[in-house]
């Protein structure tokens, strides 16, 4: 008698476990990743309440982010700045804003004060919706 069915037997179940724990790795490599934005709920809470009607129902539609681009849009404007129209690069897309710093005593104090208003009327008005617009598909 000898002993090569159970060597035999080794060599499969070795060859079986090799295939399967290929499977199982490339099932979790190949696993859908979950994209989209995401939100803590400090951040909904707390956000002002245009962004949260806007992200109460799951969906950023058209309409509602053109809205919350104006709104920032208009907070710049009331700041002293001059942003362009909404949709520079398309159908609820954003805004380009140019300033200017060289009659300014202090460029960069000038481009901290445009940056703080820049992040102000962001956070009131679009940074939220925007995420979200940005992360549907």
Do not use: K
């Not at 994209?35 to 129902?57: I, M, Y």
């Not at 404007?77 to 804003?97: C, I, K, L, N, R």
């Not at 445009?114 to 992360?135: G, I, M």
């Amino acid at each position: 008698m000898t002993r090569r069915p159970r060597t035999l037997t080794l060599v499969a179940g070795a060859l079986l476990a090799l295939a399967l724990a290929y499977l199982a790795l490339s099932m979790v490599l190949a696993r859908p990743q979950v994209t989209g934005a995401s939100f803590s709920a400090a951040e909904v809470g707390t956000a002002p309440e245009a962004q949260r009607r806007a992200l109460a129902d799951g969906v950023v539609t058209l309409p509602e982010m053109v809205a919350a681009w104006e709104a920032d849009r208009a907070c710049l404007q009331a700041a002293g700045y001059d942003p362009g129209p909404a949709g520079v690069d398309g159908p609820g897309t954003g805004f380009e804003v140019e300033v200017d710093y060289s009659d300014e005593a202090d460029p960069e104090a000038a481009d901290q004060t445009f940056q703080q208003a820049h992040r102000e009327c962001a956070d009131e008005h679009s940074a939220l919706v925007a995420r979200a617009f940005a992360a549907q598909p």
